[in-house]
């Protein structure tokens, strides 16, 4: 069965940083795309960042560019999300989710990933 727990959340002002971590329990699939997802109170889901397991990162939300930077390791079966430059508007319930491959950046990505942590608070103050 596979689990992904997310930590890191939290609250920090505007132009703080937070970084937030996904452990996958398993790797349904021998390669994988791990990425993170946000959803701000009254918005619709959206896709932040993903990454495969070989490494290539696709953006799908313009708005975290030169901020937002993911990686992995493997070996641990974890996701980050390194979040520089916050504000207020970033603020949201982040996920990280599963997905046999990183789909482009268009449409909705969200169902491409059929696993799914529980989510993070991330709140950013002005």
């Known amino acids: 069965q596979v689990q992904l727990v997310e930590s890191g959340g939290g609250s920090v002002q505007a132009g703080g940083s937070l970084r937030l971590s996904c452990a996958a329990s398993v790797y349904p699939y021998s390669s994988n795309c791990m990425g993170w997802f946000r959803q701000a109170p009254g918005k619709e889901r959206e896709g932040v960042l993903g990454?495969?397991?070989?490494?290539?990162?696709?953006r799908y939300a313009e708005s975290v560019k030169g901020r937002f930077t993911i990686s992995r390791d493997n070996a641990k079966k974890t996701v980050y999300l390194q979040m520089n430059s916050l504000k207020p508007e970033d603020t949201a319930v982040y996920y990280c989710a599963l997905g046999p491959f990183c789909p482009g950046a268009n449409g909705a990505v969200g169902r491409f990933f059929k696993y799914w942590g529980q989510g993070t608070q991330v709140t950013v103050s002005s």
């Open positions: 990454i495969h397991t070989l490494g290539s990162v696709t």
